[in-house]
Every structure is written in C-alpha cells, then in structure tokens.
C-alpha cells in the first residue's frame, strides 16, 4: 500500500504494522522455528542450592532411545573457556567469578545446570534427565547477604577469600581525601538536622518474567560458522561473546534475534551460560540444537532482580527543605555468574539514580554487593531502581510528616528547578521541566477534594489514602556510562536503505521484544522523507544484516535508535535534493531548499518544481549516469546517534487507594500519571508503554516475590507459587503529559518505559500509609501484602490503647 | 504407547498415530504445525497463551492430552479470520493498541472471542474478571480491556 499523505507522522496515532502476524497466529517467535534435523537439548538442572558433586551416572539416561549425547561439566571444562570474558566484564572494579555453562566440582544454587542432554524430541530429554543420578553431598547454604559479607562465611566462590563481589561510593569526588570530608559534613548535617530520619527499607527478590521463556537454536557449518538463533535484547554483543568464548573467528558467527520475541524486559539482556553451551554442542556433534526453556526453569534461573537493602537516611530542616541522604545498600546478587551484569551492576546504577529529582545537597551513598546461593540477579525494568527508590520516595514521605507538610507541597518545594543538573551520585539530567510535570499532576490529583473526602470517610470508619511519587528515568544510555558500566557503547546506529520505487529499508541492530519498533521507526522516516509509514520496513536484530548496536536496553529507542535514523534520512535527503538541483540546473538551489512532502520532494523557491521521491530514488539507483560533480549513484546511509551526555524523562504518579483495617486488604483506586517524554512519535504506543510498566510495578509491590527456604530451595519455580497481577488486579491508568521536547534529539523525542516502574513501590505504598494514617503506620518492607498490613495495624492498635 | 487419533483443526482433519502422552498443545503447534498457539507456563494451565477452543469452548490446551481431543473439534488463533477477513475482536486488538510483544495475544483471543459470544454487552469489570486465566505482561491489560468492550459493540 503506498498512501499518499499531507499528514506527519511524527506524534500520530498509526495501528501497529506489527499486529496482523501476531493477531492471526503468524507471528515467528523462537519456539516457532525449526531447522531439518534439529535435535532438542534439556538441562538437568541443580536440585541443591550448595554442594559438592560427588558423581553423575547418565547410563540409564544414556541408553534411552532417541538420547543423542549427555554432557556434564567435566565434559567441557577443557574444552570450552570458562567465563569471565573481556567483551562481557563491565569497566568497574568488581570480581567476576570464574564459571562454565555447567557446573564444574559444585552446585551453587538451585536451577544451576548440571547436566544437558541432546535427544531427538524433548519428551525424551525429559526421561533423560529423570533417569540421571547425581550423588551431590550438601555444603552450608550462604543465602543472607549481610552474613554472607561477615568474616568466617562459608564461600560461594571457593577461589575467592570472602563473598564480596562488588563495594563502591558513589558521592564525594574521586579521592578518597574528598570522600571522607564528604562524609564528615554528611555526618555533621546528620547530627544538627532539624529532622533525621532512618530506616532499614527492604525489597524481595522479584523480577519481570516476560511472557516467552528464553530459548536458542545453533547451527553449525565447517565453512560458514555459527548461526544462533537466541531470544536477546543485543544480538551483536552476543556474537561477540560467543566469538571469544568459544574462539570461533568472528566471521564465522551470526546471531539472529528472531523477530518476534515474547517481552524482554531486561531478562533477555545477559550473556547467559545455556546460549555458549548449546552453540558448542551444536558445533561438536555438527548437529542443529534448539533449546526452549521452560517456565520453570526460567524462574529458576532467571527473572530475579530487586532483593536489596537500603538503610537510607535523611536529614531535612523543619520548614521541609531536605538536605542530605545517607545510605548503606546492601544487594543479594546471588551466585554471579552472569554475563554483562554480574549480579551487581543493577544496585551499582540503583545507587546511582537514588537522589531521584530532589535537590538533594548532599549525600554519602555507599554499596556492598554480596554473592549468594540463590540465582543471579538479572536485570528487570526499573533496574535497580526499583529499591532504591522506593526507599527515597519513603522517606520523602516521612519527612513530610515530621514537618507536618502535604508530602506533595515537600515534593514540589524540593523538585529540581532547573536542569541541566548533577545529582550527589553523579548523575547528570539533561533537560526538561520537573515543576511542569508536577504542576499538571496535581491539577489531576485535586488534593484538597481528596483530604475532604479522606476527613469524610474516616468519619464513617473507611480508611482511604492518597500517594505520589516521581521518577527521573533514563533515556538511553550514553556511552559515558554504558562504557564503565557495561564496557559497550552507547551510540545508536541505523542503516537507511532507499530502494528504486522510494521505499526505505530502515537496519536496527537492536532486538525489540514487543515495544513496536517496527511502528515507530517507520513513524519517524516516514516523517523525514515525506512518505507513508507502509513504505518503511524495519528490519531488527540480525548481526548480518544490521549495524552495530548495544541492544534494546535502557530506552535506548525512542531516544538513540530513532534519532540515528532521523540524522540517516537527513543525510539521504540532501543528497536526493542535490540530484534533483544538478538534473533541473536549480544553480542556487541549496540542500535545503527541498521540502519532503505527499511523497514528492518540492522546490521550496518554486514549488511548481517537484519530483516524486519514487522518481528521484529510481533516477539515483537505476540511472546514474550524468551525476553531479563528484557524487556517486546509491542511496543508503548509517548514522551514529550519541549525546553528548546521558539524558532523561520525567514522570510523577498520584494513586489513591482504600485499605480494609479488618484484614489488611486494600484497593487501588485509581491512578493518575503525569509525564514529560519530550516529543512523542505515536501516542498509543507511548501509553501502552505506561500501561504495562506501572502494572508490572504494581505486580512486584504486591504479588511477585522468589522464596528461598532456609536450605536454599527456590519454593516458587512455577506461576501458582510466583503470582503475576491480572486484569482483574489492576485499574486503568490515566496517563497524562507535560512534555518538553528534548534538546538533544532531532526529533525532541526522549526514551522511555525501561525505569518507569520506579515510582510505583514508593506512591502505592505512601497511599497505603497515607490512609492508614490515624494508626501512624510506616511500612518499610515489600511486598505489601494484606497480612503484613494487619499485623502493623495490630501492633499500632495495642500502642495506642497501651498509651 | 501411541494411539490413533482423528482431530480436526479449524475444519481441517487430522488422523495420526501419536504417544499416548503427548499435549494437545504439542499436537497443534509440532504436529499440525500451527505455531499461534503458544506456551508460557509449565503446563499449569496459568498463563492461557495456549487457549485454543475444543467445540467452540475456550480451554487451555496444556492441560488436555491431544488423545483426549479424539472427534472434537479445535479452532486456533490461526482458524480466527476467514477468508483472510480479520474479526472484529482482531481488528480491534490493533486498533486499540491491545497486543506489544503479542505472545499472550493468541490465547487471549481465543478466550475473548468466545467470551463476547457469551456475553455481547459486558462491563469492564466483567471483562476484567474474563481475562484472569491469560496472564500479559506487557500491556497492563488497558488497552485489551478496551478492545474487547469495542469488539463486542461491533459484534452485538
């Protein structure tokens, strides 16, 4: 379909080009392809958290029909080279334990693969792993973080001397004469303060848990290499990975991320063990491999993030102006091994982004990050911060109430007026306006009606609540950070292709997971070229085919992606406009002087002149011959997108909710946002965005949590156990906006969606509070569950008739 | 121990010699190879990406052995549209936005279709209550509420 149009794109509601596939059953997710003679691999998987592998018997498992091969970890501890890689090791001081695909010498924690076997269906696989015997003895299972850190633990990692695998400060410069004077004057505002208050804030292990399960597909040639078919966010650093670990020259592999891949999240975004596994088997038996995981085994291994602890402090005058946070963050991160991440770059940016979009004069923020027996973390939307912040917005709360001040006025009095602007942790916020964004929220919220009503209903013994929150999200991550924090680069890099019937190709070497790039990319060259949307297609997530990219990570598309192929469309319209001034001897005519317009590029100083982009594109592919002076006949470009430093959105919820004090259940009432994503490029896509991730925020406040037993057994592998928000668990959101454009974007667009859950611990659990207030309640842990809110109205109810 | 099976999927018939214990999910997506039906649970019958309809019922097809489908019929998401002619419940999951990685979105429809046959004028709060066997993690659930409520107008 080629419309013609007078329309912009840019900022438009356009229906997904996606959606036909996936609406009829077309869509070609991992599980979907398969390759002839292709054998399926199952992991036999740790049924221990810590212990010593004494021996694994695979005969009978062996002897089954249709059991191709079975290998352990001995098998391949000489063969494969073990992890940490250079490519995949962040440019932070940290440890990064030594670890193979399978365990080698001892389990160290439940779900760990032990075994992988090779068989022609996976019912068979299934027989196979039951049919092998592990003789394991049990080692002391490490799984608290705090005693895992105290001298004399047992070790997770033998070869280390403690379980330490990450400390850092993040506040006072660079020397550690500058940090320590920081910490004395922190120290100093802590004992003068008009108000301090501390608090140990603890969130669960809880994660994002996309609705596909991770999978991969290799196929080996002796001539060409490696093709993997893997379910990531950054295919090409896959293929790095995979080139180094496995020492296949780089040539030799490709990495195609499919393209429908069922929601990431950030789960999809490491450099996992089972991929380097399965690519090697698929190479030593020269046999196609595919591995689905199952769900159980993907709550297992993966999916876990949060699991922190934030003993944050904060000093605030009386009339509400704060002054300074103190915090000791302490993370669980499990056993470590996990490429990219390592368990700890998530609390690292956490800590990070902890100031929020306060102005905050002064801090001592500080981290320990500990390796446990439990599953790596990994990363989840609102990496890190989910925590972190909901302990400030917390304490924001709390100080609001020392000072006897709505907690909205404290916010606004303490927003960040102006930016550019660096916080204490070192983070730097480009642009936008945090009052504006607040302003248009409390025009929503209508507080004053609310309190009325509030005063109304504890008349009638109903206890309703009203929460707020905000959240500086990232937008992208530019390669100031991205290069310390995961040693790759920020930039992002598109290849526009425009072929001789002025269609464009756009090349995205990310991987969305769903996000709708497809739409929104053709959205944006659409706009630049003056064509309809149905004339871009976007092509993602193969390294053959796609330049370079980091991944989809970080919200790096609406910010890094688009705006690389909004500067690689500018470049091919000056040079179709310089086709067109040289064939119409247009001699003053500048690149400028072009409009892009209904499909037809527009001599702005006589718009008599004009061509159809069709025309022009087939003149300049097809016909090259009487060029203009010193150009070349071809049409396609890449352009590399960086800012110069990182940059932001801004959003802030209002939530309202009423709690049952009989039983501690609670309603969210409704939900109100408010929110600054610069330039939008499709509404409905930027809501859908908002939608799921407050859900999915609301879903790990209330519901999600990975239980450990004191022997370290994982008790919820499966959804009845680890409960997921339903539709009927959550209201509708009203998503509003008070945009200001990005400065640093060609568009004005900002990325969004990856941080954007934030908020929602801190503003549903402060509504929570806030209702609960004539009990003077603070809660101060998550989950926020029913029990625990009982239980804390029990304990307020026997203080108070005791007093 | 294999049986012989006759299933018929969206008016096709299939007739094959298959393991007792195998799932009807298996049987669609790797016998029958129609892909839309998804699995996202360990067979626990939570998520509904595998909703398939046995006789024009909504039922999760992990939960079934394929031999239990013996002379049943099955519609898949695939079996949805005919003619290449979306319904109206399909068109407006793309109009309203209600799909982003679209994994859940076969056993969604699946449910959903038969669902506003049941009940051609629902609140949302029936809605809602409709959708709590298919698990979404992407959209918040929003805009597939809003999706429904206009497909069943436009169906009634």
């Not at chain 1, 937008?475 to 598109?494: K, T």
């Not at chain 1, 890449?638 to 919820?653: G, R, V």
Request: with cysteine; net charge negative.
């Amino acid at each position: 379909m080629s419309d013609k149009t007078d329309e912009a794109w840019v900022g438009k509601k356009f229906a997904r080009k996606e959606d036909h596939r996936l609406t009829t059953g077309r869509g070609r997710f991992l599980a979907d392809l398969s390759i002839p003679g292709m054998l399926h691999l199952t992991f036999l998987r740790s049924e221990r958290a810590h212990a010593t592998i004494k021996s694994i018997d695979t005969s009978a498992a062996n002897a089954l029909p249709g059991v191709i091969a079975i290998y352990k970890g001995e098998d391949i501890r000489d063969k494969i080279l073990p992890m940490p890689q250079p490519v995949v090791q962040p440019n932070l001081s940290a440890r990064f334990p030594k670890h193979w695909p399978l365990a080698v010498g001892k389990v160290k924690f439940h779900g760990e693969p032990v075994a992988a076997i090779v068989s022609r269906d996976k019912y068979v696989g299934a027989d196979a792993a039951e049919a092998i015997v592990v003789e394991y003895e049990d080692l002391p299972y490490v799984g608290d973080p705090e005693k895992a850190l105290e001298a004399g633990s047992t070790k997770v990692h033998d070869d280390w001397d403690d379980n330490l695998i990450f400390e850092m400060g993040f506040t006072g410069g660079d020397t550690s004469e500058s940090q320590a004077t920081n910490d004395a004057e922190v120290d100093e505002i802590m004992k003068t303060a008009d108000i301090v208050i501390k608090n140990r804030f603890r969130v669960q292990r809880c994660g994002m848990t996309p609705m596909e399960t991770r999978g991969v597909i290799a196929d080996w040639d002796d001539a060409d290499g490696l093709v993997a078919h893997i379910t990531t966010q950054r295919p090409h650093i896959d293929r790095l990975g995979l080139s180094d670990i496995l020492d296949i020259p780089a040539e030799q592999v490709r990495v195609i991320s499919p393209r429908d891949q069922g929601g990431g999240f950030g789960v999809k975004a490491p450099f996992y063990r089972e991929p380097i596994l399965i690519c090697w088997i698929a190479k030593e038996l020269g046999r196609p491999i595919r591995w689905v995981e199952t769900r159980q085994e993907h709550l297992m291994a993966v999916s876990q993030e949060r699991d922190q602890i934030n003993d944050l402090e904060v000093a605030a005058s009386k009339d509400g102006k704060l002054l300074a946070i103190r915090n000791r963050g302490i993370a669980d991160c499990g056993d470590g091994c996990e490429g990219v991440y390592w368990g700890f770059v998530m609390p690292f940016l956490g800590a990070v982004e902890l100031p929020n979009g306060y102005t905050w004069e002064k801090g001592d923020v500080k981290l320990k990050v500990a390796v446990t027996n439990k599953s790596c973390l990994s990363p989840a939307r609102a990496f890190g911060e989910f925590p972190t912040r909901f302990a400030m917005e917390r304490s924001v709360d709390m100080i609001a109430k020392r000072c006897n001040m709505e907690p909205a006025e404290l916010r606004r009095k303490n927003l960040i007026p102006e930016l550019p602007y660096t916080s204490v942790c070192g983070e730097y916020m480009d642009s936008g306006d945090f009052l504006k964004v607040w302003d248009n929220l409390m025009k929503q919220a209508d507080l004053p009606s609310f309190r009325r009503k509030q005063e109304e209903a504890h008349r009638e013994g109903r206890y309703i609540g009203i929460g707020f929150g905000l959240g500086v999200e990232l937008s992208g991550v530019s390669s100031e950070l991205m290069v310390p924090m995961e040693n790759q680069p920020g930039y992002g890099a598109a290849t526009i292709r425009l072929d001789a019937r002025g269609k464009a190709f756009v090349y995205e070497g990310d991987a969305p997971q769903g996000q709708g790039h497809e739409t929104t990319a053709a959205q944006a060259v659409a706009h630049a070229f003056g064509i309809h949307p149905n004339d871009v297609v976007v092509v993602t997530g193969d390294t053959s085919t796609t330049p370079f990219g980091s991944g989809t990570i970080g919200a790096r598309m609406g910010s890094y992606f688009v705006s690389a192929a909004v500067d690689a469309s500018e470049v091919l319209k000056k040079k179709l406009a310089r086709f067109l001034a040289h064939d119409l001897e247009l001699e003053d005519a500048t690149e400028g002087d072009f409009e892009f317009k209904d499909g037809e590029i527009i001599y702005i100083k006589d718009p008599k002149i004009r061509q159809s982009f069709r025309d022009a594109c087939n003149r300049n592919i097809m016909a090259p011959i009487n060029l203009p002076e010193g150009e070349s006949a071809g049409l396609e470009h890449t352009s590399f997108f960086e800012a110069a430093k990182p940059m932001i959105a801004f959003n802030a919820d209002v939530c309202t909710v009423e709690v049952n004090p009989e039983n501690g259940q609670f309603n969210l009432l409704s939900w109100t946002t408010s929110e600054d994503v610069g330039q939008i490029i499709n509404p409905q896509i930027v809501e859908g965005q908002m939608q799921g991730a407050i859900v999915q925020g609301i879903s790990n406040t209330i519901f999600e949590e990975f239980i450990y037993d004191e022997n370290g057994q994982q008790l919820t592998a499966d959804f009845e156990n680890y409960k997921l928000a339903t539709a009927a668990d959550v209201p509708y959101m009203r998503i509003t906006h008070a945009p200001t454009p990005c400065p640093h974007t060609p568009l004005g667009s900002r990325g969004i969606g990856e941080g954007r859950p934030s908020d929602v611990p801190g503003c549903l659990t402060n509504a929570v509070c806030d209702a609960l207030s004539p009990f003077g309640i603070e809660i101060t842990e998550l989950p926020l569950r029913p029990d625990k809110i009982w239980r804390l109205i029990q304990d307020a109810k026997s203080t108070q008739a005791a007093n | 121990m294999n049986t012989t099976v006759k299933i018929s999927i969206n008016g096709e018939p299939y007739e094959e010699n298959i393991p007792n214990r195998m799932l009807l999910v298996d049987f669609i997506r790797e016998v029958a190879m129609l892909t839309g039906t998804h699995v996202g649970c360990t067979y626990e019958g939570v998520c509904g990406a595998c909703t398939i309809q046995l006789d024009g019922e909504a039922m999760k097809s992990c939960l079934m052995l394929a031999v239990q489908a013996e002379g049943h019929e099955i519609t898949t998401v695939e079996g949805l549209a005919k003619d290449g002619e979306l319904t109206p419940l399909q068109k407006s999951f793309n109009e309203h936005h209600a799909l982003q990685c679209g994994y859940c979105t076969p056993g969604i429809l699946m449910n959903m279709d038969e669902f506003i046959k049941k009940n051609p004028n629902p609140t949302e709060a029936e809605i809602r209550h409709g959708l709590v066997g298919n698990l979404c993690r992407c959209t918040g659930y929003a805009h597939i509420v809003e999706a429904v409520k206009d497909a069943a107008e436009k169906s009634a």
